[in-house]
C-alpha cells in the first residue's frame, strides 16, 4: 500500500460508516504470478495500523459470502462465464497482446488497448443465439484469421460488447456514457492462461457479495461502464459509483511503487497512524490543511 491506497480506503470507509453500512475487504488475487499471501497480510496489517477495520471479509473470513479470497472463488466465475456462454456473446480470442497492440491507431497513445475484433465470429449479437455459432464461424473473424492460430489450441475468452452508449451517473464526476465498441473493443472475461480476469471477477463478487457502493480511483470509469453491461447481461443490479481523483506525486503522475517516500513501509516508520490518515485527509479536502487526525473528527 502507498499514501493513494490509503486515501482511497480512507474515502470508501467514511462513506461506508455515514450510511451505517459494512465495509467488505475483499482480497483480489486473481493473478497467481503476483499475488501472495504475504502481500495481503501486509495489506490486513496496514489497515489495522491506520485503524481502517473492515467488517466483513479478509483472509481468514469465510462467510457470510466468503471466500473473500478470489483465488478461491474459481467456481463461482466458472457458473457465471457459462451462463455468458449462453448468450452466445462470448467467443475464443488467440490474439497476442504483440498483435492487437500493432492494430492500435497512434492517437490511441494512452495506454489504452482498444481490441480491433481479429477473432470475433463473423455472426457475432443480437439475435445470434450460442447454439446458431458453429466451429467455421468462431474460427475465422472479420479479417479471415484468429491471430493466425488453429482453434483447437487453447484461447482467452472475450464478450461482445454493443455499439451503443453505456451510461450512468457517477456519485463523484456525474453523469458519464462510454461506447464500448469505440473505447474499449471486446474485452476479455478469462485469460488463455486460464486466469479470470478483473471484469467478471468483480462483478460477479460485488452481485454475490451484495455490495451496493463502490468507490475508487477515476483511472477505472471505463471499467465501470465494462462492468455495468455485465451486470445487464448476468441479470444484476448494479452498484453506486464513486470514482474519486487519484492522488499523485511531485511531478504530477499517479502514485506507484517507485514512490518510495510515500509507501506505507516509510511512512509507517517516520509517522504516526493520526499523521498518515491526514495526509490522505488533507489531499481528499476533508480538512484544511495537512495535519494529524483521528478517524472519528472526520466525515463526508
Known amino acids: 500500500m502507498h499514501l493513494g491506497n490509503v486515501y482511497t480506503a480512507l474515502l470508501s470507509w467514511l462513506s461506508v460508516r455515514r450510511q451505517g453500512g459494512k465495509w467488505i475487504l475483499r482480497i483480489e488475487d486473481l493473478d497467481p ?28 473470513d469465510l462467510g457470510p459470502d466468503g471466500p473473500y479470497c478470489q483465488s478461491l472463488r474459481s467456481a463461482f466465475y466458472k457458473d457465471f462465464l457459462e451462463r ?16 492487437i497492440m500493432a492494430t492500435q491507431a497512434p492517437h490511441q497513445s494512452d495506454g489504452r488497448i482498444i481490441y480491433a475484433g481479429t477473432c470475433r465470429p463473423a455472426r457475432m449479437g443480437p439475435g445470434v443465439e450460442a447454439s446458431g455459432l458453429h466451429s ?49 473493443g471486446d474485452f476479455i472475461l478469462r485469460r488463455a492462461d486460464g486466469a479470470w480476469a478483473y471484469q467478471l471477477a ?15 480511483g477515476d ?8 462492468q455495468i453491461y455485465l451486470y445487464e447481461l448476468l441479470g444484476f443490479e448494479p452498484p453506486r459509483f464513486a470514482h474519486v481523483p487519484l492522488v499523485r506525486n511531485e511531478e504530477g503522475r499517479r502514485l506507484s511503487k517507485r514512490d518510495a517516500s510515500l509507501s506505507m513501509a516509510f511512512l509507517r ?22 495535519a494529524p487526525v483521528k478517524l472519528h473528527e472526520l466525515q463526508l
Open 84 to 99: 455468458l456462454k449462453a448468450t452466445g456473446y462470448t467467443y475464443p480470442c488467440y490474439c497476442t497482446r504483440a498483435e
Open 219 to 226: 483511472d477505472l470509469l471505463l471499467s465501470a461502464a465494462q
Open 136 to 184: 467455421a464461424d468462431v474460427s475465422a473473424g472479420p479479417t479471415g484469421h484468429c491471430g493466425g492460430r488453429d482453434a483447437s489450441t487453447p484461447g482467452a475468452t472475450r464478450l461482445w460488447v454493443p455499439d451503443r452508449d453505456i451510461v450512468f451517473d457517477d456519485l463523484v464526476c456525474g453523469r458519464q456514457s462510454f461506447n464500448l465498441a469505440r473505447e474499449a
Open 33 to 60: 504470478q503476483r499475488s501472495k499471501p504475504e502481500h495481503a497480510r501486509m495489506i490486513e496489517d496496514d489497515l489495522r495500523w491506520l485503524g481502517l477495520e473492515w467488517d466483513e471479509g479478509g483472509l481468514d
Open 202 to 216: 468483480v462483478v460477479v463478487d460485488d452481485a454475490l457479495m451484495g455490495v451496493t457502493e463502490v468507490l475508487r
Open 269 to 290: 516508520e517516520h509517522f504516526s497512524p493520526e499523521e498518515v490518515i491526514g495526509m490522505a485527509a488533507f489531499r481528499a479536502g476533508l480538512i484544511p490543511e495537512e
